[in-house]
């Protein structure tokens, strides 16, 4: 072995080494997970539909981290340890995001150190009570009131009601997430109690003995729809 | 000795040379490189200059910007693999249709600044320099105007802005205006501009007149029906006016809009008129966005192009039908969809579906054109249907055959002789899916459907029928039906369409409807249903049955959120053996849903932007 060699190989090693700390930066590893609640109740959004933002802040120029709420209401995320502030943007979500005085959205402190789980209290619209769902091969039917939580200023009508039936477990008001709805205007139910609705369940290929339900409800002027849970219906 | 010579020739040359000034030395004139007071004394040079800011404007549909312009909002279909995202999403990010070219912008503010510099005036003609000053601020507004179509209000910079390299930009962070004064930014631009540019259309790529107020039209037009219609969306606006226009100021922008398309109409701005060069309506409805030449006097502002000259674009290479393709397998792209097809009127100014007959029983046809007879010419001169014509070939496309017990005989492959070269096969990219293909801006010229010679077909920006339109609705809105019920026959009568419209028949949904099919494949569809506010219910995000489509025509508001196709199958036997039976298809690969949310009204700012300039405020909804 020529001398060279000998100090290329160790020259080699010493900048391999040398690489591998320092510049590399360790993955976030502190998990934020939250819901969405009422009094402790889980709203339902659509899939990806509802937005929230995190902004964290001191590293130059501030710009959101933005993502969505999952259809259970819920949110998911890694981070690193820090302070973040959250907020949901303006006309986003069947609920009443808290605002400043100058109408942006206010902002949630919430401090990340390792993984944790928060509930985000905001006040919907209204709430989908008592609400029960029947299903056989043929039909779902569905039943439940609706209570109206914000009055005053904040207090909005209701739209429509509708049962959405799909065979996945995604089910809202968007196009691929149905096959069957049946949809009601407010105006059939004063006093918005006793609602019920029905709606034919698909036969679909491959056959399955289950489908997946869930009610929701249009609130005037607000474009986000507020969903029940999703339930599964098997026969 | 020898030696000595040399030695002190070279030091001398050595010690001469280094004898010139330091400033000398150093200032000479860059050979590479013009400065701008070179360019700013010669108007061949400025004009070159003004070429590059003109080949920058921004169009939505434009030939160069490529086939998939035009090919959104169900009204085509995408055949190409690669594109079927169009019908297989589910709606439109937030960030869609933005524009936010702020460069664009400076390069023309340096331009306006050079041009009024006083020691121009000395080296070219006063003529001359108000002329090119216009120009650059036709375009500057043009762009302002794509801008706030887009965005809503933008920051309105005009002037070019300098960074003075302390540390700290702030004072050039300026906040969004607010959409109304765009749009007076716009208007009053072209009312500033209009009588430095020349009155008569003798070069349609430069700004004339008549662009000058055809925009103005426009987009006075545009403000009005935002601060009309936005009532209808309330959330879409932001009470600090960047997003949304006051209800009160419809009335006046309608009336700017109609005193802007009137002095185009009266022919101050330059002899416009209708095309009608060809005795046939249909082949001369096609001609309009064909024919370069000074007999179409309905063209005012185009993008032109020149074959061999290193200006063509592609869309005939990517449209042309599959068997009259000058490019082997380059074709069929863009398919026209049965949703658009069915808005087309009969020649009496009626509504009616095309008569198929149902699924029961069919309706058979001689040949396959004449489903599509009697109907508004604009029909065959934006759309090839089945039996049609292109560059002297008749149309191959058959989706198979069927037995009069109605079984159908069909395959995958095309060409055959069960399927024609023509298509359509679900999923068979380049030829038709839809049993349609596109005829707008489609070149007929020998060779133009080749890559390596594209076509010369000149986009038109601004034409006098969608003046006349402009013209008809802001009547509409101002009250006067019988005045718009004039301009909008004007149009119509062009079209073959025999019964006028009286005042009593303008309506909203009339207004809606003309547009859609006069300017169809132009670039409008996505803007007039933005600032009608209706872009949330006509893509609503729920499926579209072949029964949506034939019991809502001409209804603004009718939903259209997936492109269905109109298939024709030959008989093979019995009574209608030989004949033609159309079944309305949607094709298999539309598989999504159109939906337009509230915060798609207005494109989305991005982060960056927002996080350079905290100024700039977010858009509603998103």
Same mark, same amino acid.
């Given at each position: 072995?020529?001398?060279?060699?000998?100090?290329?190989?160790?020259?080699?090693?010493?900048?391999?080494?040398?690489?591998?700390?320092?510049?590399?930066?360790?993955?976030?590893?502190?998990?934020?997970?939250?819901?969405?609640?009422?009094?402790?109740?889980?709203?339902?959004?659509?899939?990806?539909?509802?937005?929230?933002?995190?902004?964290?802040?001191?590293?130059?120029?501030?710009?959101?981290?933005?993502?969505?709420?999952?259809?259970?209401?819920?949110?998911?995320?890694?981070?690193?340890?820090?302070?973040?502030?959250?907020?949901?943007?303006?006309?986003?979500?069947?609920?009443?995001?808290?605002?400043?005085?100058?109408?942006?959205?206010?902002?949630?402190?919430?401090?990340?150190?390792?993984?944790?789980?928060?509930?985000?209290?905001?006040?919907?619209?209204?709430?989908?009570?008592?609400?029960?769902?029947?299903?056989?091969?043929?039909?779902?039917?569905?039943?439940?009131?609706?209570?109206?939580?914000?009055?005053?200023?904040?207090?909005?009508?209701?739209?429509?009601?509708?049962?959405?039936?799909?065979?996945?477990?995604?089910?809202?008001?968007?196009?691929?997430?149905?096959?069957?709805?049946?949809?009601?205007?407010?105006?059939?139910?004063?006093?918005?109690?006793?609602?019920?609705?029905?709606?034919?369940?698909?036969?679909?290929?491959?056959?399955?003995?289950?489908?997946?339900?869930?009610?929701?409800?249009?609130?005037?002027?607000?474009?986000?729809?507020?969903?029940?849970?999703?339930?599964?219906?098997?026969? | 000795?020898?030696?000595?010579?040399?030695?002190?020739?070279?030091?001398?040359?050595?010690?001469?040379?280094?004898?010139?000034?330091?400033?000398?030395?150093?200032?000479?004139?860059?050979?590479?490189?013009?400065?701008?007071?070179?360019?700013?004394?010669?108007?061949?040079?400025?004009?070159?200059?003004?070429?590059?800011?003109?080949?920058?404007?921004?169009?939505?549909?434009?030939?160069?910007?490529?086939?998939?312009?035009?090919?959104?909002?169900?009204?085509?279909?995408?055949?190409?693999?690669?594109?079927?995202?169009?019908?297989?999403?589910?709606?439109?990010?937030?960030?869609?249709?933005?524009?936010?070219?702020?460069?664009?912008?400076?390069?023309?503010?340096?331009?306006?600044?050079?041009?009024?510099?006083?020691?121009?005036?000395?080296?070219?003609?006063?003529?001359?320099?108000?002329?090119?000053?216009?120009?650059?601020?036709?375009?500057?507004?043009?762009?302002?105007?794509?801008?706030?179509?887009?965005?809503?209000?933008?920051?309105?910079?005009?002037?070019?802005?300098?960074?003075?390299?302390?540390?700290?930009?702030?004072?050039?962070?300026?906040?969004?205006?607010?959409?109304?004064?765009?749009?007076?930014?716009?208007?009053?631009?072209?009312?500033?501009?209009?009588?430095?540019?020349?009155?008569?259309?003798?070069?349609?790529?430069?700004?004339?007149?008549?662009?000058?107020?055809?925009?103005?039209?426009?987009?006075?037009?545009?403000?009005?029906?935002?601060?009309?219609?936005?009532?209808?969306?309330?959330?879409?606006?932001?009470?600090?006016?960047?997003?949304?226009?006051?209800?009160?100021?419809?009335?006046?922008?309608?009336?700017?809009?109609?005193?802007?398309?009137?002095?185009?109409?009266?022919?101050?701005?330059?002899?416009?008129?209708?095309?009608?060069?060809?005795?046939?309506?249909?082949?001369?409805?096609?001609?309009?966005?064909?024919?370069?030449?000074?007999?179409?006097?309905?063209?005012?502002?185009?993008?032109?192009?020149?074959?061999?000259?290193?200006?063509?674009?592609?869309?005939?290479?990517?449209?042309?039908?599959?068997?009259?393709?000058?490019?082997?397998?380059?074709?069929?792209?863009?398919?026209?969809?049965?949703?658009?097809?069915?808005?087309?009127?009969?020649?009496?100014?009626?509504?009616?579906?095309?008569?198929?007959?149902?699924?029961?029983?069919?309706?058979?046809?001689?040949?396959?054109?004449?489903?599509?007879?009697?109907?508004?010419?604009?029909?065959?001169?934006?759309?090839?249907?089945?039996?049609?014509?292109?560059?002297?070939?008749?149309?191959?496309?058959?989706?198979?055959?069927?037995?009069?017990?109605?079984?159908?005989?069909?395959?995958?492959?095309?060409?055959?002789?069960?399927?024609?070269?023509?298509?359509?096969?679900?999923?068979?990219?380049?030829?038709?899916?839809?049993?349609? &293909? *596109?005829?707008?801006?489609?070149?007929?010229? /020998? %060779?133009?459907? #080749?890559?390596?010679? @594209?076509?010369?077909?000149?986009? +038109?920006?601004?034409?006098?029928?969608?003046?006349?339109?402009?013209?008809?609705?802001?009547?509409?809105?101002?009250?006067?039906?019988?005045?718009?019920?004039?301009?909008?026959?004007?149009?119509?009568?062009?079209?073959?369409?025999?019964?006028?419209?009286?005042?009593?028949?303008?309506?909203?949904?009339?207004?809606?409807?003309?547009?859609?099919?006069?300017?169809?494949?132009?670039?409008?569809?996505?803007?007039?249903?933005?600032?009608?506010?209706?872009?949330?219910?006509?893509?609503?995000?729920?499926?579209?049955?072949?029964?949506?489509?034939?019991?809502?025509?001409?209804?603004?508001?009718?939903?259209?959120?997936?492109?269905?196709?109109?298939?024709?199958?030959?008989?093979?036997?019995?009574?209608?053996?030989?004949?033609?039976? &159309? *079944?309305?298809?949607?094709?298999?690969?539309? /598989? %999504?849903?159109? #939906?337009?949310?509230? @915060?798609?009204?207005?494109?989305? +700012?991005?982060?960056?932007?927002?996080?350079?300039?905290?100024?700039?405020?977010?858009?509603?909804?998103?």
């Amino acid at each position: 072995m020529k001398p060279m060699n000998k100090y290329g190989l160790f020259l080699l090693g010493v900048l391999a080494f040398a690489s591998c700390k320092k510049d590399n930066y360790d993955a976030p590893s502190s998990q934020l997970t939250g819901r969405v609640v009422y009094q402790g109740e889980q709203l339902g959004f659509e899939q990806n539909q509802v937005t929230f933002e995190l902004y964290q802040s001191g590293f130059g120029k501030t710009g959101p981290m933005g993502s969505t709420f999952k259809q259970d209401g819920t949110l998911n995320a890694l981070l690193f340890n820090g302070t973040y502030k959250m907020i949901v943007p303006n006309g986003q979500g069947p609920f009443i995001w808290p605002k400043t005085a100058s109408g942006a959205p206010d902002s949630l402190v919430i401090n990340v150190n390792g993984s944790q789980s928060i509930d985000i209290n905001v006040t919907p619209y209204y709430m989908i009570r008592n609400l029960q769902i029947n299903g056989s091969s043929s039909t779902v039917t569905a039943k439940f009131d609706l209570e109206q939580i914000a009055t005053g200023a904040d207090a909005k009508e209701v739209e429509e009601v509708a049962l959405f039936v799909n065979k996945t477990d995604f089910v809202s008001n968007s196009g691929d997430h149905k096959m069957r709805e049946q949809k009601k205007p407010a105006s059939d139910f004063p006093g918005l109690t006793n609602i019920s609705l029905n709606a034919e369940v698909p036969s679909v290929t491959p056959a399955q003995n289950y489908m997946f339900v869930r009610v929701g409800v249009k609130i005037d002027g607000v474009e986000d729809w507020l969903y029940s849970q999703v339930q599964k219906i098997t026969y | 000795m020898k030696k000595i010579i040399v030695y002190s020739i070279v030091g001398l040359a050595t010690a001469l040379s280094g004898c010139k000034k330091d400033s000398d030395f150093l200032d000479i004139p860059p050979v590479q490189v013009l400065p701008s007071e070179t360019v700013f004394s010669d108007p061949a040079l400025i004009l070159s200059v003004l070429g590059d800011l003109y080949n920058r404007q921004v169009d939505f549909s434009s030939l160069d910007g490529g086939w998939r312009t035009f090919a959104d909002f169900s009204e085509s279909f995408p055949s190409e693999n690669g594109s079927d995202f169009l019908v297989t999403r589910s709606g439109w990010g937030y960030g869609e249709w933005g524009t936010w070219d702020y460069g664009y912008i400076r390069d023309l503010n340096l331009f306006l600044q050079r041009m009024d510099a006083t020691e121009v005036s000395t080296k070219i003609t006063a003529g001359d320099k108000a002329r090119f000053l216009a120009e650059g601020r036709f375009l500057r507004a043009n762009y302002y105007f794509e801008m706030v179509k887009r965005m809503g209000g933008v920051p309105l910079i005009i002037e070019p802005m300098q960074y003075d390299y302390k540390g700290d930009p702030t004072y050039l962070q300026r906040p969004r205006a607010k959409e109304a004064e765009i749009y007076d930014f716009v208007i009053s631009e072209a009312e500033e501009i209009k009588n430095d540019l020349p009155a008569n259309l003798a070069d349609k790529s430069r700004a004339t007149k008549a662009a000058a107020l055809a925009m103005e039209s426009r987009a006075a037009l545009y403000a009005g029906s935002i601060a009309k219609y936005g009532a209808t969306t309330p959330t879409v606006s932001l009470s600090t006016g960047e997003v949304g226009i006051a209800a009160s100021q419809a009335n006046g922008y309608y009336t700017i809009a109609l005193r802007a398309a009137n002095e185009i109409i009266d022919q101050s701005a330059g002899t416009v008129s209708l095309y009608r060069a060809l005795p046939d309506l249909e082949e001369n409805f096609a001609a309009i966005f064909l024919d370069k030449s000074s007999v179409n006097q309905e063209s005012i502002f185009i993008e032109d192009f020149k074959a061999f000259a290193g200006k063509t674009h592609g869309f005939t290479t990517n449209d042309q039908p599959y068997s009259r393709s000058d490019e082997g397998g380059d074709a069929g792209r863009l398919n026209p969809s049965l949703n658009l097809v069915e808005q087309f009127e009969l020649l009496n100014g009626t509504f009616a579906p095309l008569p198929i007959g149902t699924s029961a029983s069919r309706i058979a046809y001689n040949n396959q054109e004449d489903l599509f007879a009697g109907r508004d010419a604009r029909l065959r001169g934006t759309i090839l249907v089945p039996g049609a014509y292109f560059k002297s070939g008749q149309l191959k496309i058959k989706a198979g055959e069927i037995t009069s017990a109605g079984t159908i005989v069909t395959t995958d492959a095309s060409g055959g002789s069960l399927v024609g070269t023509d298509g359509p096969v679900n999923g068979l990219e380049f030829r038709t899916q839809t049993g349609f &293909y *596109i005829r707008k801006w489609l070149d007929p010229q /020998t %060779g133009s459907g #080749r890559r390596g010679r @594209g076509s010369d077909v000149a986009f +038109i920006r601004y034409r006098f029928g969608e003046v006349l339109l402009n013209a008809a609705e802001a009547a509409f809105e101002l009250g006067q039906p019988a005045v718009a019920a004039g301009f909008m026959n004007q149009v119509r009568e062009r079209a073959g369409i025999t019964t006028p419209l009286t005042a009593a028949d303008i309506n909203f949904d009339r207004i809606v409807h003309e547009r859609r099919v006069e300017l169809a494949f132009e670039g409008h569809i996505l803007f007039d249903y933005k600032r009608w506010r209706i872009a949330d219910k006509v893509w609503n995000g729920d499926a579209t049955s072949y029964s949506d489509i034939i019991n809502n025509l001409g209804k603004a508001t009718a939903k259209s959120t997936q492109p269905w196709g109109l298939w024709p199958y030959r008989v093979q036997d019995g009574a209608n053996a030989g004949k033609w039976i &159309y *079944i309305e298809t949607k094709p298999s690969r539309v /598989t %999504g849903v159109n #939906r337009f949310q509230l @915060g798609n009204y207005y494109s989305a +700012i991005g982060d960056d932007i927002r996080a350079a300039n905290p100024t700039i405020v977010r858009q509603p909804n998103q």
